[in-house]
C-alpha cells in the first residue's frame, strides 16, 4: 500500500511487537534453571515474576525467573509498538463503527500488555489479571470484531485473517480460562489466546507495506491514503 511516512511507521512498528515479545520470551526463559521454563507449563507471566518461589494456587509450581526485568521491558514495549501502530494506521484501516469499535478495543488490549508488563503477577496481581483481561477478553473480542469490516475499508481486504486469527485467540482463551491444555499444555494454550493479536499485526503490517496490495481507488485524506 502507497503509504505516507506516518503510515509506514505505524506498520512498522506492528512488524516488530511480535518478534520483539516472542525473542524476549525465549532468551528470559532460556535463563531459567531448576526448573527449566517450559512452554507448555509455565505461563507467559511467569517470566516478568520479580520473586522466586512457589506461585499459583490453581497449578501450583516454583517460579524464578532471573532476567524478568527483561521480559517486562520486552513486553512494555510491545505494548507500545502496538499502540502507536494502532495509531499512526487509525485512519487508513478505514471508518466506520465496526472498524472503529475494533481499533478501541485492540488498543485497549495494547494497555494491557502495559499493565501485565509495569505489574507483574507477584507484585499486583489485580492489575496484572486486568492487563490479562484486556488482552485475551476484550482484545480478542476487538480482533475477532475487525474480521467483520465492511469489505470496501482497508482493514475489511484482509477479512479471512482476520477472522482466522479472531477466533483462534477466543478459542484459545475460552480452553485457558477453563484450564484446558489439550495437547499442548494450559501454558501453551495461554500462548494460542495472546499471540493472535501481535502476529496479525506484524503480518498487516507487512500487507501494508506491501506496493503491489494498494487499492485500485484512493485519495488522499490529510495526507494518508484511504481506500474509498
Known amino acids: 500500500m502507497n503509504l505516507n511516512r506516518t503510515g509506514r511507521v505505524g506498520a512498522l512498528c506492528w512488524l516488530a511487537a511480535a518478534p520483539l515479545f516472542l525473542v524476549a ?25 520479580a520473586h522466586c518461589g512457589i ?20 513486553t512494555l514495549a510491545t505494548a507500545v509498538l502496538l499502540a502507536v501502530g494502532l495509531l ?19 488498543l485497549l488490549a495494547a494497555g494491557g500488555y ?25 482484545g480478542n473480542v476487538g480482533l475477532l470484531l475487525a474480521g467483520f469490516a465492511p469489505g470496501s475499508t482497508t482493514l475489511g481486504r484482509w477479512r479471512r485473517l482476520t477472522l482466522t486469527a479472531g477466533l483462534i ?8 480460562a477453563a484450564q484446558q491444555g ?8 495461554e500462548r494460542v489466546a495472546v499471540l493472535p493479536f501481535p502476529l496479525w499485526a506484524c ?6 507495506a506491501e506496493p503491489s496490495t494498494a487499492p485500485a481507488l484512493a485519495r488522499v485524506d490529510h495526507g494518508i491514503v484511504v481506500p474509498e
Request: proline share 5%.
Open 25 to 49: 520470551s525465549l532468551v528470559t526463559g532460556l535463563r531459567w534453571r531448576e526448573p527449566t521454563y517450559s512452554w507448555a507449563t509455565h505461563n507467559i507471566s511467569d517470566l516478568g515474576n
Open 55 to 74: 506461585w499459583d494456587t490453581t497449578r501450583p509450581r516454583y517460579v524464578c525467573s532471573p532476567w524478568h526485568p527483561l521480559m517486562n521491558t520486552a
Open 88 to 106: 499512526l494506521t487509525w485512519r487508513i484501516l478505514g471508518r466506520g463503527p465496526v472498524v472503529r469499535s475494533a481499533q478501541t478495543l485492540l
Open 114 to 138: 502495559a499493565l501485565a508488563a509495569l505489574y507483574p503477577a507477584d507484585v499486583d496481581e489485580n492489575l496484572h489479571v486486568l492487563g490479562a483481561f484486556l488482552i485475551m477478553g476484550m
Open 169 to 176: 485467540a477466543l478459542a484459545g482463551t475460552t480452553l485457558f
Open 182 to 189: 489439550l495437547a499442548i499444555g494450559v501454558g501453551g494454550m
Open 203 to 208: 503480518c498487516l503490517g507487512v500487507l501494508l
